[in-house]
């Protein structure tokens, strides 16, 4: 549904964080795909700047409710749905989607679930194991031992991808199952336009998730998200490109081929100093390898498909944001 035109609120210290009641937007869970495809039909259309709240489910669609079905086989054709597709009014291909996670709000149960060939310790693991998770006021509880703040974010955000379908389980350079914990509450994920209104989806919340997601899965919840999107027009990006309040973060992604997605990550980061700031390629080597910080979003070894790898650069007065957008529209 649609009420409406409204961004959020400026002041001259920035943007004011804005409130789920603000969102004039909304699209249910019920509306989701297992695959990013330029002929998925949207099922919204938003302007930039409007807020939207979007329903996710967790990773298995609600199938796993508690210990009777905890262990339920899952195809992977049925793992990861995406709602969406949505349609942004004025993305052409060539620009940059920019999108804003406002607000992220998990459910109140999730579940992490490995098993054996399944993950970087599956050699110790001699049968299927899964654990629940309660999430009540930020704060998850694992068991009477062991409790932790959450911190919700999703695995999978994307758009249309140049051609052909992807199914949401795999990254690429349209985004998809990123696994970056980094895309969280207060950040802003980059993802380059292939077709027009982009035809963006997420979903596969977590409430928390470590670097490298060893074990197969996060803290695999439903929840709902607050964003809004922007455009840079005319400026692409090759690969998804995510930006905190103090980094921005290039992402590498492989098939089954780490030292590759890490080499791809550190040539996105070199890229965007070089194109966008100024730096020659030495100097963006030599920053990045004193200042860069570079790690695993997803490596879910032996496990077949992608691995993504991402290298954190810090805000500095040089290359204060991923792009240089001065004089260069963007809506």
């Known amino acids: 549904m649609s009420i409406g035109s409204k961004r959020p609120a400026e002041t001259e210290g920035g943007l004011i964080s804005p409130s789920f009641a603000e969102a004039i937007h909304y699209i249910s869970r019920d509306h989701h795909n297992f695959s990013f495809s330029s002929d998925h039909q949207p ?36 793992i990861n749905p995406a709602t969406g597709p949505i349609f942004v009014s004025g993305a052409e291909p060539g620009d940059t989607l920019a999108i804003t996670l406002w ?28 654990q629940f998770f309660e999430v009540n006021d930020g704060w998850v509880t694992m068991n009477e031992k062991v409790g932790f703040p959450a911190s919700p974010m999703l695995g999978v955000i994307g ?59 996060g803290i695999e919840i439903a929840g709902d998200v607050l964003f809004s999107t922007e455009l840079l027009k005319s400026i692409g990006t090759q690969y998804p490109v995510t930006e905190t309040a103090t980094t921005w973060i290039t992402h590498g992604v492989a098939v089954e081929d780490i030292p590759l997605a890490m080499q791809i990550a550190c040539e996105e980061a070199a890229g965007l100093l070089v194109s966008q700031w100024g730096f020659t390629i030495e100097e963006a080597f030599i920053f990045l390898s004193v200042q860069g910080n570079l790690g695993i979003a997803q490596a879910v070894h032996p496990s077949t498909g992608t691995v993504i790898a991402k290298m954190t650069v810090p805000k500095l007065s040089a290359c204060p944001k991923p792009f240089n957008v001065t004089g260069v529209d963007h809506v």
């Open 159 to 217: 758009v249309a991808p140049e051609s052909g379908e992807i199914p949401t389980m795999p990254a690429g350079k349209h985004g998809g199952n990123l696994d970056n914990n980094m895309n969280t509450i207060g950040s802003t994920i980059y993802l380059p336009v292939k077709h027009p209104g982009a035809l963006l989806a997420m979903g596969d919340m977590h409430a928390a998730m470590g670097d490298g997601e060893i074990g197969g899965t």
């Open 103 to 130: 607000d992220i709000k998990p459910g109140s149960r999730g579940v992490a679930r490995t098993y054996p060939g399944n993950g970087q310790l599956q050699h110790l693991m001699k049968e299927p194991f899964a």
């Open 43 to 78: 099922v919204l259309t938003i302007s930039p700047g409007e807020l939207v709240l979007l329903q996710t489910w967790d990773c298995y669609r609600g199938a796993i409710t508690g210990p009777e079905n905890a262990l339920l086989p899952i195809d992977d054709s049925l």
